[in-house]
């Protein structure tokens, strides 16, 4: 599968530190000569051809490729059973991209997705589908034995109980950045600084699985 398939919708200059467009200190694409858009920034020149872009852009081309090919880390032909472990030999790095499909069980109370190295989560992401009678997606980091400050606030909800869902996890050099279904979700900024010891991917509870792909885009 290449990146083409894995994103279906939506950065000049070389940057040790990339930076998104119009934002301070955001990453751009490498090798690219034009700086698409994070969702939420104005309008500048249209992606062509070949231009990567990131889902929830503006004026994205119905089928944009990412530039080559990158080899999923696991066979994705079967189904997965869940709880779901998958280790990553290189940790996570910038511009990373996990691509996890799925299903949400008609009865979910809430599933789990771990970015975890040994007993510290680097990223929990947990949507929860009646916490006192909301729905709410709680992010934390677990370390040293310690739960984090737990984030809340999202600009929306987008899992439904018996639906398909695809989710998208992109990592920056300075944060977490979510979609769902082709739609930006939110960022959550590193708390865990040594992304490279990063070592493994868990998904357990109210889902079932298609595929985890574990993607660099160049």
Known sequence: MDLSDALDAGQSGQSNNPAWTGQPQNPSWPGQPFAPMWPGQQPGPQ??????????QPGQPTTPGWPGPAPPTAPQNVPLTVPYEQSLPSGVYDRMLITIQGEVKPNAKGFTVNLSKNKDIAFHFNPRFNEDGKQVIVR???INNIWGKEEREASSFPFVPGKPFELKILATQTEFKVAVNKSHLLEFKHRFSQLNQINRINVFSDVTLT????ETLK
């Open 47 to 56: 992606p062509g051809p070949g231009m990567p872009v990131w889902p929830g």
């Open 140 to 142: 934390n980091t677990f």
């Open 211 to 214: 595929s985890v792909l574990a």
